[in-house]
């Protein structure tokens, strides 16, 4: 790729990055925000994320010091510090006739922290993100790593008090992330996008062989998107200036043994509205083979004024569905996806869900159906259960007339994860990416390819 020798940013990146990084938030949709799963029970579909913080880092820094404070109060005791290294070099040509270019490498992260709880009932917490520039030409900007003047930042993303009604049940007040299908962290840059509002969410845990419930309900006023210093408002990041309209969510899933089943409804005055449901079953057949079987349904359609969309009212919808066969840590996996011919579907405060969702294209576009096939395979048989690969190919065809003229679209993807599970090594994510789409239509081709390189290092100091 150009015009910088991607390999040496990428050398370097190993050794360069040990500022702070997202403590709260995960790294890198399960082909770009989260590890390769080992075997098919591990590659979660969206609804069952919803409203899940992430896990805390694997490793504390020092544990002689939470020794020596045990008997402090809970709020001091209890508290934690964390801190995740990043570094990110992202390499994206676009050539549609004449060549785009965006191209940065930086460094940073986040420091977060979060106190015990106080009175057993209030806990505070925030997190501190940052990206800082170490090659980043100011002609190649826009890649979403900086600022879109190719600059750094520094900013409090996340600032928030919870009320915890006993173990199982929590209010969050003030800036936070969502990790929701429409609604989360996009998290695939160096810092996630984060919200501001109030949520309660809870989980009712059943026998071991029974169902288990989680639900949640939020209302959201305000985004931070992942390169900003600001926050937004919902309405305002979904291409509604002239309104403060916020979201309000209600959603719940359902586990069940190897089934689950969830929805979760947004809701905008003057904006849209946003149904998503999904549910999945797993079987294990013994001998190390395995299976799963999953679907999603999303319909979105105006509300009130509307104020996005030119003012023309819209109803819409998108089916997905995606089949994964595992043996020992492989999996195939087989995904389609079909969309509403009449508009594309909308995804103004998150990434699209879809299994069908590729590292460059979205293939949600207006009738669009898309195919996927995927291979990926820890290499455990190698003696190397730390690394991980992926391949998948996309292949996306539509004629509505509201997607222009005719189009397809490919795509091939391909992912390396390497997760030491040693110290002082553990907590530590390596990952690259790399994806090639090529766009016909309308008598023109468009070739795009993209290359990120990506470390984390992921400490609880406390």
Known sequence: MKPVAATGLAAAGLIGSIIAGPGSALAQASKQEYPIPRNPSEDLTAIERIFVPPKPPPLTAFPELRERWRDTPPFLRDSRLSIDARSYFRDAVNVPGSTHIEQAWATGGSISAETGKLFDLVSLGGVLYTSFPVVAPPQYGNTELLLRDQQGYAVFGQLYAQVHLGDAHEITLGRHLYNTPFLGAHDNRMSPNTFSGYRLVGTYEGDADGPSFRYGAAYVDAIKPRAALTFQSMASAAGAPTSNAGVGIAGGLMNWGPASIGAINYYSQDLLNIFYTEGKIGHDFGGGF?????????????????????????????????????????????????????????????????????????????????????????????????????????????????????????????????????????????????????????????????????????????
């Open 290 to 462: 395995t299976a799963l079987a999953a679907a999603q349904f999303v319909a979105q359609n105006s509300t009130g004024q509307t104020l996005i969309n030119g003012g023309n009212a819209f109803a819409t919808n998108q089916l997905g569905m995606k089949v994964d066969l595992g043996y020992e840590t492989g999996i195939l996996t087989l995904g389609y996806s079909v969309t509403n011919p009449g508009l594309g579907i909308l995804t103004p405060w998150s990434a699209n869900p879809f299994y069908t969702d590729a590292l460059i294209q979205g293939f949600q576009r207006a009738g669009e159906q898309a195919a996927m096939i995927g291979l990926s395979h820890t290499l455990k048989p190698l003696g190397l259960p730390q690394i991980a690969l992926a391949a998948h190919y996309f292949n996306g065809w539509t004629a509505a007339p509201a997607a222009g003229a005719p189009l397809v679209e490919t795509e091939w993807d391909f992912h390396i994860d390497w997760r030491p599970d040693h110290r002082p090594l553990e907590g530590l994510w390596f990952r690259v990416q790399y994806g090639r789409s090529t766009v016909w239509q309308g008598g023109t081709v468009t070739d795009s390819e993209e290359l990120r390189v990506v470390l984390n290092y992921d400490l609880k100091i406390y």
